[in-house]
């Protein structure tokens, strides 16, 4: 069974930062990808930020420059740096991996429970 716990959500006054940590654990082979997503309310699930196995990040033109991802292959963790938050950054906030757990079996995805992120005006 593989769980992926996430931290660093909060509530922060527009131009602050937060750190989100999502850590894996569980019966873990390998680790592909790594990204984070967001839902506001009324609003559909979005990708903010991936990283790949070999370190390569992708992100959303939306936090392009403000936010950073960033990987820990050791620790099994993924981060999500945000600078210079907008209101409209406010969202749960979740991590997603793909991850081996068998030798027999393909990487699937999972996904952490959310941390809620509010960003005040």
């Known amino acids: 069974q593989v769980q992926l716990v996430e931290s660093g959500g909060g509530l922060v006054q527009a131009g602050g930062s937060l750190r989100l940590s999502c850590a894996a654990s569980?019966?873990?082979?390998?680790?592909?990808?790594m990204s984070w997503y967001r839902q506001a309310p009324g609003k559909q699930r979005e990708l903010v930020a991936l990283?790949?196995?070999?370190?390569?990040?992708n992100y959303a033109d939306s936090v392009l420059g403000r936010f950073t991802i960033s990987r820990d292959d050791a620790k099994n963790t993924v981060y999500l740096q945000m600078n210079n938050l907008k209101p409209e950054d406010t969202a749960v906030y979740y991590c997603?991996?793909?991850?081996?757990?068998?030798?027999?079996?393909?990487?699937?995805?999972?996904w952490g429970q959310g941390t809620q992120v509010t960003v005040s005006s």
């Open positions: 569980g019966s873990i082979i390998s680790i592909n990808d």
């Open positions: 990283m790949s196995s070999s370190s390569t990040p």
């Open positions: 997603n991996a793909f991850i081996r757990t068998s030798l027999l079996l393909k990487s699937r995805g999972y």
